[in-house]
């Protein structure tokens, strides 16, 4: 029976993790990182990877840095025959990389050499790509940079979010693995090194990237939206109060108001222009210190906040 390590965090690796263990393969230890404060009470909560694990008596370690931890060492005694990652979050040191017998492989949510970094599916959606994907790559020091076994593609659609894509990639990922796995244990798969003249990076989301610019085009602020969403959230400010937007729609008009004037304005929603003539109304949103209403629920209290040809938002 082939022993492995797994390694990975949020939920994205929890079905693949489960597929594992389902299709026969001793999972000797999982590691995932620590558990985090969740929520307005900041309750202390486990991975989703870790709760998979407990399910099934699995060994759990959670180290802060993997790096030179007892962590590591435990794995590194273990000498596995697969190190598998999926959405880890930190990097592996070459000495961790090298206890595998057979291989450290990694499950990418991207179509690799495009997107390496830790957000690959929040660029992919933002820059308004076709489609994505999942790749599984042999493990290298250099961050998503080793050779790839096996790729499978997903279209984006104009409703998928991130909370959507991640969904369906993990499933996608999921049976990837499953499906490559005896191959690579047999040593009858053909790597192939990715085109360093084709690399794009996904660095993870920075603050300054959550504001919305109303002077780019609709199209573009909704990519952005749904690119964020349901983490971690793009917003705006509108009438002063910084508000986060969850959803938006591209109106098939145009206009020459300038950015951020109300253009339209009902009991039931609210028309903004954007950059280049284009129009975008508001779905749903949360303003600071309230709950995530829609549009319709928002106007019930703030209509009169709204009139047409009126500059409600100033940023970008």
Known sequence: MTSVVFMG????????????????????????????????????????????????EIEVLQPEKISGSDEMQRVIDINPDLIITAAFGQFLPTKLLNAAKIGAINVHASLLPKYRGGAPVHYSIMNGDAKTGVSIMYMVKKMD????????????????????????????????????????????????????????FSPNISPEQEQLDFNQPAQ??????????????????????????QGVQVIDETTDQPAGVVVKKSKKEVWLAAGAGTIISLVALQPAGKPKMSINDYLNGNLASFEEGQQVIFNG
């Open 145 to 200: 940079a080793g050779d790839v076994i096996a790729v499978a593609e997903e279209p984006i659609t104009g409703s998928d979010n991130v909370g959507t894509m991640f969904d369906k990639l993990s499933v996608l990922g999921r049976d990837l693995l499953i499906k490559t796995l005896p191959d690579l244990i047999a040593g009858n798969v053909t790597p192939v090194a990715q085109d360093e003249a084709l690399v794009t």
């Open 220 to 245: 573009v602020i909704d990519n952005h939206v749904r690119g964020l969403y349901p983490f971690p959230t793009a917003y705006t400010v509108i009438n002063g109060v910084r508000t986060k937007i």
């Open 9 to 56: 965090t949020p939920a994205f690796s929890a079905p693949i993790l489960e597929a594992v263990i389902a299709n026969g393969y001793d999972v000797k230890a999982v590691v995932t990182q620590p558990d985090r404060p969740v929520g307005r009470k900041r309750v202390l909560t486990p991975t989703p990877v870790k709760e998979v694990a407990l399910a099934h």
